[in-house]
Structures are given as structure tokens and as C-alpha cells.
């Protein structure tokens, strides 16, 4: 497994750092910083490297800086792809001030990027053990399985299924039904292990009832897609997906943007472990 590690120099990303090499033990880790113009690359990069210098011991896999010349908000996504990493951990503050308006930095950094990401905040490293993945009446929900089945394997986590509640509408029950079914074969072909919730979220507010239960279950990580259709003026207080990322509980939230994932063959941790 290959990670980048977006870092601007403050606590919750260094936390990001900490947190994405106790992931990944035995593997590789790129730092990557984005300046503004390139007589900054130099100090960006000796920062870089006393961070790596901070780390190494701590870490049996392989540590790299990178730095490129850009905005986070596209810069990242482009360093994903050029590192073929399979993952990027972030580290956000949440959202705040004026970001409630015009959307927090992480929603935008992440409907830029084809690669997933695990966005993080203050809380240390917890081993990935129970993933919560709620399951409503879209067909996105069936594509991302093939990569939850292969992230559950990689950590022998337990898949927690919450389902979207169907307000009495057949069609939309249906939709659920076939999806949860769907979940369940594909899940005990592949051995996974998983487990039902009793309790369902309205997808109209899918932020509380996924996160009551995530904090009942003491989940490690949350499963949440992130449409790339809504523009960036749509991102404002109230989406529930940017409510997840930056929950109160500071649980980890997984986001994978549907769009670009749907191309993917949804097995990148298998393939590059």
C-alpha cells in the first residue's frame, strides 16, 4: 500500500502523518506539502525531511517528501495519481467561519481527486477493526463494495451495514432490499466478515443516524461517497457527507468520489501490497 500524506506544517496534520504510518506499517509513505511559487520548494523540503527524520524510527516501510508548485484544492489529487498511491490520509480542522459558506477545504481537495481518502482530525491512530458502511437505494452503493471487501481484508475489520431507512415507499424499499442483498452475498462469498444494525438513517439526514451509531459501535472508520456532480456552491452547512467528514466524534471518515471510483477496478490494495 502506497500513501500521501498532504502536510502544511500544523498539529492535525502531522496527526495525519502519525496516524497514516501506524496504517501502514511496512509500507510507503510520501509526505507532500504544496507552496505557492518555486523559491519556496527548498525550505518546504528540508521541513519535510526533518519530519521524515522524526519518524523514520518509528516506521520499518519507506518515507519520501515530495513538494510541488500548485493549490491543494488540485495539487493533491494530481501528486495521488503521479505517486500511484492508493490512499491519501488527511488531516482537517473541521468546518468553520466563512468554510460553512463556501464549503470546507476538505470537501473541495476531495471532489478534485480520483484517489480515496481517510480524513482525519485531532484524535490519535485507533486499529481499523469496525468499518461503518451505510447502505441506501443507489447503485453507487453496490460499486464501492469491491474495494470496502478489499480495505476489510487488508485490516480483518468487520463491515458494520446500517441501511437507509424507506419512509413506507415500496419502490424505494426495493432499491434497499436489492442493495443489502447484494452486500450480503458478495460479502460471504469473499469471507468477509459483517454485521447488520438493527437501526436505519433517513437519507435526508443521514449525518445523525450515521453518526449515533457509529459512536454506539465504537466504529474505527466511517464509509462515505462523495459526489462529484455537486459543485462546490452546493458544499455549504447542511450536506450531510460534509457534516460526516468533519464529525463531532472525530471518528475517521473513508470518502470515495463515485464518479471517478466507478472506472477503478475497485482492488488497488490487493494490487499493490
Known sequence: MKILVPIDFTPVTENALSYALQLSPSKKVVLFHVVNSAKEIASAEAKLNDLISKYKSKFSGELSALVHVGNIFETIGEAAIEVVADLIVMG????????????SKAMKV?????????VVQHKPFKEIKNILVPVDFTRESKQILPFLVSLAKVFNADLQLIRQS????????????NNLSYFRGMLESEGCKF???ENEFSYDSRYKGILKEAVALDSDLIVTAIDPALDVANYIMGVEEQKI????????????????FM???????EATA
Do not use: R, W
Open 92 to 103: 482537517t480542522h473541521g468546518v468553520k467561519g466563512m468554510q460553512h459558506i463556501v464549503g
Open 110 to 118: 476531495i471532489t478534485n481527486s480520483k484517489t480515496p481518502y481517510i
Open 166 to 177: 424507506h419512509s413506507k415507499d415500496e419502490f424505494i424499499k426495493n432499491k434497499i432490499d
Open 195 to 197: 454485521t447488520m444494525s
Open 245 to 260: 467528514v468533519a464529525n463531532e466524534a472525530q471518528i475517521p471518515v473513508l470518502c470515495i468520489n463515485i464518479k471517478n
Open 263 to 269: 472506472k477503478q477496478s475497485g482492488n488497488i490494495f
